[in-house]
């Protein structure tokens, strides 16, 4: 077990008399704490991050990905590329430019996909991929997808009121834990139901996140768990940036298969950040139509005739 699976001390903590108010609603102990994430999400315009991310399986295997991630307002796009043969070959691009979500794999030459409905490619899933907001995914459950598949959550849900108002509400218990030397709250909250077979059967999920004591508050290890302690997935931060956003710059996830049976985990690291930049290109988001051999418009169900 790595350093971070740890015995903790547990402390009943006494939530502090001070609260925030959001319209009827009052946040008070770990939500307040948490709550000051908020204004940082506000005040991030857009953002550029290349991530470098290696896949380990148990038995020594490993894949190395690059995922680059651009964000503006609702805008996004995200660029997934895979080392093989020495080369970085990009196998998907998924972007929103306001009026069209689009999807491109490699596959069949190049295969774009466009809707202009954003649910057909949700932004919550390559968010898998994405270690900027995946320190916060205690805030929003995803339940798109299966809780051994930790995700992040979209920077606009962190600067939105009514998501922590949500996890006020959640909110199991908050303690003290001591952890290597240092002191931690640990919250729990209730994360869901997720949906385990085609009979609607569900398994209830608990969250729980270790927000350092020290003047950040940061969320530094997340956890999903069946209410029974069934331990999916996990996210820890190595080291955080200190600016603007406090993206984390170094993490590792972990994912099992059966309680304490790891399948895989995932080491991330940051190559490059921009956040704020005056001479964003909002070009960016509007995939390229000629870097395609086959374009589809799924609300037409029809193809379209690619550019020359």
Request: aromatic share 14%; proline share 3%.
């Amino acid at each position: 077990m790595l350093k971070y699976r740890v015995i903790v001390t547990l402390i009943l903590l006494k939530y502090c008399c001070s609260s925030i108010s959001l319209g009827a609603e009052t946040l008070q102990g770990p939500a307040r704490e948490l709550y000051s994430w908020k204004k940082n999400a506000e005040s991030v315009f857009n953002y550029h991050l290349v991530t470098e991310i290696t896949n380990r399986k148990p038995d020594g295997r490993q894949t190395i990905y690059k995922f680059e991630h651009w964000k503006k307002e609702d805008n996004y796009r995200f660029d997934l590329k895979v080392f093989k043969n020495n080369v970085w070959e990009t196998i998907s691009i998924q972007a929103y430019n306001g009026e069209y979500v689009q999807y491109w794999t490699k596959d069949k030459g190049g295969y774009l996909r466009l809707s202009k409905k954003r649910e057909k490619y949700p932004e919550e899933l390559p968010l898998f991929y994405d270690i900027s907001t995946k320190a916060f995914n205690f805030l929003h459950p995803n339940l798109n997808v299966a809780p051994e598949i930790f995700s992040g959550t979209p920077l606009n849900i962190i600067a939105n009121n009514q998501a922590w108002v949500d996890y006020s509400r959640r909110i199991i218990s908050d303690v003290v834990c001591h952890w290597g030397g240092l002191d931690y709250h640990l919250i729990r909250s209730n994360y869901g139901s997720f949906l385990i077979d085609e009979k609607g059967n569900t398994e209830k999920l608990v969250s729980e996140v270790y927000v350092s004591k020290d003047k950040y508050a940061y969320p530094v290890l997340n956890r999903i768990l069946s209410s029974d302690g069934r331990l999916y997935s996990e996210f820890f931060v190595i080291e955080h940036n200190k600016g603007v956003w406090p993206y984390a710059v170094s993490a590792v996830s972990k994912h099992y298969q059966e309680k304490d049976v790891l399948l895989y985990d995932l080491t991330y690291k940051v190559l490059y950040a921009k956040i704020n930049d005056d001479g964003f290109n909002d070009e960016i988001f509007t995939i390229d139509l000629a870097s395609a051999a086959l374009i589809f418009d799924e609300d037409l169900r029809k193809s379209i005739l690619v550019p020359k």
